[in-house]
Every structure is written in C-alpha cells, then in structure tokens.
C-alpha cells in the first residue's frame, strides 16, 4: 500500500486577538512518501483544585517548571511545586518538545534540591507522594507503581525481541495489572 502524507505548512496569528495563536496555512505544500500517519490533537488543561491556573492559556504559572503561589505578578515561587507538559506551557509542541519540558523541570528540581529549597516532604503541609497513594487507597483506586512498571517494561521488551522489535505493547489495563502483579 503506497501512503502519501500532504504537510501544509502552517503559521500562527490571530489579529484579532493579541497573543492568541491559531494555525493559518500558508499555501505550500509538500508531499511525503510514509508508512504511518498519526494526527494529534492538542487540547486546553483544565484547572487543578489548589494550584493557581491561567485559564486563558490553560497553564500553571510557572518559571521553568516552577509552580508560582498565585497568577498576580508578585507571585513567589511555591518551594517544592513543580509542572511539567501541556499544564506547563499549553498545548504545544511534538514528543521531543515533551522531553525537553520535562528535561527543563527536572533541573529545575535538581538546582533547588542543591540549594536545600526542597524540604522533607513530613515537613509540608502537602503530603506529596504519601498523600498521593492514601487517596488512591481511600478510592479504591487500581495504581501501577514503578517495580510494577518495570516489570510491564521487561515483558514488552522481551515479548518484542520475539518479534525483531523494540517492544511489543501490552494494550489492555487487565494484561497490565497481570504482569505488574506477577512474581
């Protein structure tokens, strides 16, 4: 099967109002020979209960992942709150523009915890990752934890080289769990 992806060259303007972006195609095109096309579609963030949100750009306020205690501009930063994605900076960017989100985010991290900004998390009134899995239980709430997640990561990889690929994904919630809850 021969597949042929059009790209239409896209601009972002919006006249009408300042700092609003919507894609404008710019009369060029190009035709591409491919195997596999995969459309996404980016969507607004909603707002998370106790965080401060810009609802017109549906983000967190940040600085470099650093969550700001509120919208105003005398905001401070909130010691210990970071974003990362489209709640960081909107819905933006490919895969590569998520690695560096994140990459950014994580220095950030590691730049206060070399500072001592970051404080044990007994001593913030957010309880963090404990707090996390406490409402997860309360709600009886079906999790994957990381040495579940890599057991998932193990299977696929081994499940793949069967196949001469990468990996081959576990597609649904019931396989997953079985694997995450064996040995």
Not at 13 to 26: N, R
Not at 29 to 36: A, N, Q, T, V, Y
Request: net charge neutral.
């Amino acid at each position: 099967m021969k597949m042929v992806l059009t790209v239409t060259f896209v601009g972002y303007i919006d006249d009408e109002v300042p700092g609003k972006q919507v894609a404008v195609g710019s009369g060029e095109f190009e035709d591409l020979k491919c195997g596999l096309v995969l459309k996404s579609i980016g969507y607004k963030s909603l707002p998370i209960e106790g965080l401060p949100f810009d609802k017109y750009r549906g983000v967190v306020p940040n600085l470099r992942g650093r969550i700001f205690s509120s919208e105003s501009e005398t905001a401070k930063v909130e010691p210990g709150l970071y974003v990362v994605g489209w709640l960081k900076r909107g819905p933006t960017g490919i895969v590569a523009t998520n690695l560096h989100c994140a990459e950014e985010t994580v220095a950030s991290i590691l730049e206060d915890d070399k500072k001592g900004v970051l404080r044990a998390s007994s001593d913030l009134k957010r309880p963090g990752r404990r707090g996390l899995l406490e409402i997860l239980e309360q709600k009886n709430t079906r999790y994957v934890s990381f040495d579940d997640w890599e057991k998932i990561d193990a299977k696929e990889k081994t499940a793949g080289q069967l196949n001469n690929k990468p990996r081959e994904k576990i597609t649904t919630w019931d396989e997953l769990l079985k694997v995450a809850n064996e040995g």
